[in-house]
């Protein structure tokens, strides 16, 4: 196999342009099965609009997209639902799939949140939603997730505990995941490749390469870079094929 | 059993009911009601369309109904007007329109209030086989296009996203708006139809805490009202459409009582 056919969304110099003003610029990156890519960068730096363009929400597009999977959970930034409408837990899992119970249980359960299931959408806390809108991702099993500073608003606990799900789901179902995020530390621990945006990509790379960049120092501060740089670290031992450690 | 005329409007009303209920509940969703109105009063330039040209009524309502609707989506795209000036520039300007080419039309009888508050009177044999297999496409329709009609109504970015085609679901669902309206003049009349899908639907919400269960309730309340209004229209010879939006009305005032606790909380 090569590594072609493992690619899910490719974007080639893609970019977007909004009343003669660029939102973001020549971006290419692409998500492969069972890899993590993480976007960073200041606000405003063009994240959202670059996850926006791999999933196609955007027509008018430079550059190009090559999506290779319909199969994709998304967990956009800001959600404006209108809460006229009757919509519980549940309705809202099956949103844009049809989904059996087990599943819509199981999706709930590793989020921590089956307990509100029959509630009113309008009724749960901020960190409630976004651990909903997470389950509602992952639960159609899809080959991509694009994730949008998922765990906002999600207490510090629950932080740690939904990166270590998303990094498990990226395992377990080898579906490639893109990322944004705001938090350095938690999310360098099991990024492939981080992507340093600034209106256009500044450097990009694995975590440690990106750390080391200049563009990025200058960008973030060298306590940043630091705080990378710390996920450095040398395997003292490895693992056999029959699961056993040995010391190096 | 269809030769008394009592029992064709029931049974056309009926039929009505059935597709209202759910067109009703994406019309308050989808905040659209002053966007059937539009389409409601460009209803009669159909109806004139269809007296000069001795051609269905219901047909040519709903060729000139999706033409506005063409029109309107066109000037979205290209004058910088509000969307709610423009509705209401197209709604006023073809009912005018209409009215006018009325006046022309001497050599017809017209009966104005009939078209413009419904005549149960005026339901033939050929009327009910329009509304029921009218509206069994309709609703069929509606089924095909429910999943990412809904999603998109929920949130248009995760349903593009996720691969739903919203855009393609929104244009389909504007011609079911064409035809229910079509469909559904001679009950109700054009003035009253968006009555019909509005207050059953908005009944409906006060009862229900899933989408399912509002687009049952707004079924239930749309037959009860169809069954109430002409009823009482039959007993006192009152026109059809205001019958049937008046029983709606109660049954809106009656659903206030039983709001759920949710909510209250959150006002």
Redesign the interface.
């Known amino acids: 196999m090569s590594t072609d056919q493992n690619i899910l969304v490719k974007l080639n110099d893609a970019g977007l342009q909004l009343n003669n003003k660029w939102l973001v610029k020549g971006v290419s990156l692409q998500v492969e099965k069972g890899k993590i890519v993480t976007l960073i960068g200041p606000n405003g730096s063009g994240k959202s609009t670059t996850a926006k363009i791999a999933l196609g929400i955007y027509k008018k597009i430079d550059g190009s997209v090559e999506k290779y999977t319909n199969k994709v959970g998304y967990v956009p930034q800001k959600i404006s639902i209108d809460w006229t409408l009757p919509l519980r837990v549940n309705d809202f899992m099956m949103l844009t799939e049809s989904l059996n119970k087990e599943t819509i249980d199981e999706a709930l359960s590793l989020t921590g949140v089956i307990h509100l299931k029959d509630k009113n959408l309008g009724d749960l806390s901020g960190g409630e939603f976004q651990r909903v809108l997470l389950a509602r991702a992952i639960s159609k099993k899809p080959d991509l997730l694009v994730l949008d500073e998922p765990v906002q608003g999600v207490d510090f606990t629950g932080e740690i505990a939904l990166y270590e799900l998303i990094k498990k789901i990226s395992d377990e179902l080898s579906c490639g995941i893109l990322l944004i995020s705001h938090d350095l530390h938690t999310v360098m621990s099991a990024t492939d490749h981080v992507v340093c945006l600034n209106g256009h990509v500044c450097c990009s790379g694995s975590p440690i390469d990106v750390a080391k960049n200049n563009e990025y120092k200058a960008l973030f501060g060298e306590q940043a870079s630091q705080i990378l740089s710390r996920y450095e670290h040398k395997h003292d031992h490895i693992h056999t094929d029959e699961g056993e450690i040995k010391k190096n | 059993m269809f030769d008394d005329f009592f029992i064709r409007a029931l049974v056309a009303g009926i039929g009505v009911a059935f597709v209202t209920g759910p067109l009703g509940c994406f019309v ?2 989808r905040r659209l009601s002053y966007f059937g109105d539009t389409l409601a009063h460009s209803a009669l330039l159909g109806v004139t369309l269809a007296f000069t040209m001795e051609f269905n009524i219901a047909i040519s309502v709903f060729i000139i109904s999706s033409m506005i609707a063409l029109i309107l989506i066109q000037l979205q795209k290209k004058t910088n007007l509000p969307g709610d000036a423009l509705l209401g520039l197209l709604a006023h300007s073809s009912l005018a329109v209409g009215l006018v080419v009325i006046g022309f039309l001497t050599f017809i009888r017209f009966d104005i209030m009939g078209l413009l508050f419904g005549d149960i009177l005026a339901v033939s044999v050929d009327d009910l086989l329009i509304i029921w297999i009218g509206g069994a496409l309709i609703l069929l329709v509606l089924k095909l296009i429910w ?1 990412p009609l ?2 998109s ?3 248009y ?8 085609n919203p855009d393609r679901a929104k244009a389909i669902f504007t011609i079911l708006m064409a035809a229910i309206i079509a469909i559904s003049i001679k009950m109700v009349g054009l003035l009253l139809i968006t009555g019909m899908l509005i207050i059953p639907a908005a009944m409906a ?1 006060n009862l ?7 687009v049952i309730y707004s079924i239930i309340g749309g037959l009860l009202s169809v069954i109430i209004g002409l009823f009482t229209s039959l007993e006192f010879n009152t026109s059809s459409g205001p019958s049937i939006i008046t029983a709606a009305l109660l049954l809106f005032i009656l659903s206030l009582f039983k709001i ?1 606790q ?1 909510i209250k ?2 006002n």
Not at chain 2, 157 to 164: K, R
Not at chain 2, 208 to 214: A, H, N
Request: charged share 25%.
């Open positions: 308050i969703w999943k809904f999603a109504t929920v949130n970015e995760l349903a593009e996203a996720e691969g739903l919400r229900s805490s899933s989408p399912q269960s509002m759920k949710s909380l959150k």
